[in-house]
């Protein structure tokens, strides 16, 4: 019984149809990078693209999206057997009107840009939180596409744009879907407080922490695999990873970093679904340094890198240290540099490559921490190795002239792990100094 219902999981994969507005001052690469992104969307969503119709416009119309002399075009294509189309995706946000005429029109399932992202969502979410995300994105984009739109609702059936924790919430009214997204909301505030504390154990303990950002399969998974020698899933398609993750990394031969991985960006991301996940960016947004990498070989990768940057600025982490990594250096030509400070070009493959990274991000580290110097009687393992897992340690020496064992290095400010060692008496004799902001040492 059980293989029976295994082998129902089969599903019949829809037949999709683009449509796009090329509007006169868009820059034509851009436009064409918009809808190569649509058309990848759509295979990760699993839909099977067969065609793309383009209209150049001054502006797109009010109540149809496309001109009515392109949507009769649309009509007569769905009388040809070898264009034959189960769905129409919009390479845009749609608004009520637009949406509920093109279903009237075209008598076809509708789905917008924003739908595809939420379905690609909804098949990824794996942990609760995820679910609840992805659940609160679906109703809030359906709450204000209620209103005389019954008939387009009910035309989406199953597949595409009814997929996951809201699907069977289609046919709701208004009010039951306020009520429900108050409690989810609820719910993801009682998760936020639980992070909440565990970040704030993590601060206690002087855990100092990386957060990994960029555009969506610019290769963030790889190289968090590859950087806390993990198994995270990673796959070659857009949002392969949405449920927030964290683990230790080491860096400078022991000392302990905290790696979080993040959901990628993407251009036009409404707003609404920004604020529904910026909870899974919490990680990113608490962060010391953030490593943003960037998929070098993309065609588009400035625009890319111009995206991340916005919401960054919309979720005030602009001020947080950034190492920029030009990821993917087999996929391009040999002669491409970085082109300023606190950037690098890598490959996950290049062996070499991880080791430059964390040689960049110690730096980066170091910047953002106080030097400290510390003399010891004796050579005590232990403490070295607390220093080790929990400083930057520069150099260990023992100074004959004075006869004392030298560490330096480098620790976060304030509460600094050398000052906990002195207080607690684990070290004797032990004496710290670090630098004012004129350069001059202190003791």
């Keep these: 019984m059980r293989g029976d219902h295994l082998n129902e999981t089969h599903v019949t994969i829809e037949r999709a149809l683009i449509i796009a507005v090329h509007l006169k001052k868009e820059p034509e690469f851009d436009f064409q990078a918009s809808v190569s992104e649509i058309k990848a969307l759509c295979e990760t969503a699993g839909l099977e693209v067969v065609d793309t119709i383009i209209q150049n416009k001054d502006r797109k119309d009010q109540s149809f999206y496309l001109g009515k002399g392109k949507i009769e075009e649309i009509i007569e294509l769905k009388e040809r057997e070898d264009l034959s189309f189960d769905v129409v995706v919009v390479n845009d946000e749609l608004t009520n009107s637009q949406s509920k005429h093109l279903n ?146 080491k860096v400078n031969d022991g000392f302990n970093l905290l790696l979080s991985d993040t959901v990628g960006f993407i251009q036009h991301l409404p707003t609404h679904l920004v604020e529904a996940f910026s909870s899974t960016l919490e990680e990113a947004k608490y962060a010391d340094v953030i490593i943003h990498v960037v998929d070098r070989s993309h065609p588009n990768y400035l625009n890319h890198i111009d995206t991340v940057n916005t919401i960054l600025s919309e979720l005030e982490m602009k001020h947080i240290p950034i190492l920029t990594v030009y990821n993917k250096k087999d996929l391009i030509q040999p002669e491409v540099l970085p082109i300023g400070p606190n950037e690098i070009v890598v490959s996950v493959y290049d062996a070499e490559d991880e080791h430059r990274l964390k040689t960049a991000l110690i730096q980066i580290i170091k910047n953002e921490m106080a030097p400290y110097h510390v003399q010891m009687l004796n050579y005590d393992g232990q403490t070295i190795s607390i220093l080790k897992q929990t400083t930057l340690v520069d150099d260990i020496s023992f100074n004959e002239a004075i006869n004392l064992y030298e560490i330096s290095g480098y620790e976060k400010p304030l509460n600094g792990v050398t000052a906990h060692l002195l207080k607690s008496g684990v070290v004797e004799n032990i004496m710290t100094r670090t630098e004012d902001d004129n350069g001059n040492n202190t003791q």
């Excluded at 509708?110 to 979410?125: E, K, N, P, S």
């Excluded at 609820?186 to 922490?209: D, G, P, S």
């Design 104 to 249: 009237d029109m075209l008598d076809v399932k509708i789905i917008d840009r924003t739908q595809v992202i939420l379905d690609i969502f909804a098949q990824r979410a794996r942990s609760r939180e995820g679910k609840l995300q992805v659940e609160l994105a679906q109703l809030e984009y359906l709450l204000p596409r209620l209103s005389g739109h019954g008939q387009s609702l009910s035309r989406l059936g199953g597949g595409i744009g009814t997929r996951g924790p809201g699907e069977t919430k289609l046919e709701m009214n208004r009010r039951h879907i306020r009520n429900k997204i108050h409690d989810i909301k609820t719910q993801l505030e009682v998760i936020k407080a639980h992070r909440t504390r565990y970040r704030e154990n993590r601060q206690k303990k002087q855990m100092f922490q990386v957060a990994l950002v960029g555009y969506t399969n610019a290769g963030k998974s790889s190289w968090f695999n590859q950087l806390t020698e993990s198994d995270t899933f990673m796959e070659d398609k857009l949002f392969a990873t949405l449920d927030p993750k964290s683990k230790i990394m």
